[in-house]
T-cell receptor, first 114, second 110 residues
Framework: DGGITQSPKYLFRKEGQNVTLSCEQN?????MYWYRQDPGQGLRLIYY???????QKGDIAEGYSVSREKKESFPLTVTSAQKNPTAFYLC?????????????FGSGTRLTVV | GEDVEQSLFLSVREGDSSVINCTYT??????LYWYKQEPGAGLQLLTY?????DMKQDQRLTVLLNKKDKHLSLRIADTQTGDSAIYFC??????????FGAGTQVVVTP
């Protein structure tokens, strides 16, 4: 079955550490996205990539970094510069960013700073 | 501020109809979407409507679109306890990216 997989489901980070969240898709989608979700604030776009080896900042990119070396993979690194990283992170992909199918989402990673 | 607005909470009795409302700002949006999120999970696409349609029905779900007022609604008929979730309205912006509302928490009571 095609889908999008995020790992791990839960992640704990000490203050001052970088941590990388994994996102892999086997849908052959060109575009991939990272969102951050906080209670009552909906989803905010961190980074997105519309093609391999290219990515763009979203609305809240500060303190985050990404890479897109393979079509299937779009890892997100939460750096120590992100002052409030505790949140639920969602990865998504789409065939072309538009259309009836919208985005396909992973099941999310909950990051907690301890 | 957000370009897509939704009320934050809706309580409904089991068996009644739920109506979730949304307003958006980008009149060039070609598609508008409703997503459902259950606790601790990702978002699941429930339904969508193309911008040249006024209404779309899919089993218990009815989507109404008023382009003049930039108003979108989702009606769930015969609401069940399994419908308890957060519902997100989303539009495609002029850059081809999805813009989400803050989500409406729907609580279904017996």
């Amino acid at each position: 079955d095609g889908g999008i997989t995020q790992s791990p489901k839960y992640l704990f980070r000490k203050e001052g550490q970088n941590v990388t969240l994994s996102c892999e898709q086997n849908l052959n989608h060109d575009a991939m996205y990272w969102y951050r979700q906080d209670p009552g604030q909906g989803l905010r776009l961190i980074y997105y990539s519309q093609i391999v080896n290219d990515f763009q900042k979203g609305d809240i990119a500060e303190g985050y970094s990404v890479s897109r070396e393979k079509k299937e993979s779009f890892p997100l690194t939460v750096t120590s510069a992100q002052k409030n990283p505790t949140a639920f992170y969602l990865c998504a992909s789409s065939a072309d960013g538009q259309g009836a199918n919208g985005y396909t989402f992973g099941s999310g990673t909950r990051l907690t700073v301890v | 501020g957000e370009d897509v607005e939704q009320s934050l909470f809706l309580s409904v009795r089991e068996g009644d109809s739920s109506v979730i409302n949304c307003t958006y700002t980008d009149s060039s949006s070609t598609y508008l979407y409703w997503y459902k999120q259950e606790p601790g999970a990702g978002l699941q696409l429930l339904t969508y409507i193309f911008s040249n349609m006024d209404m779309k029905q899919d089993q218990r779900l009815t989507v109404l679109l008023n382009k003049k007022d930039k108003h979108l609604s989702l009606r769930i008929a015969d609401t069940q306890t399994g419908d308890s979730a957060i519902y997100f309205c989303a539009e495609i912006d002029s850059w081809g990216k999805l813009q989400f509302g803050a989500g409406t928490q729907v609580v279904v009571t017996p």
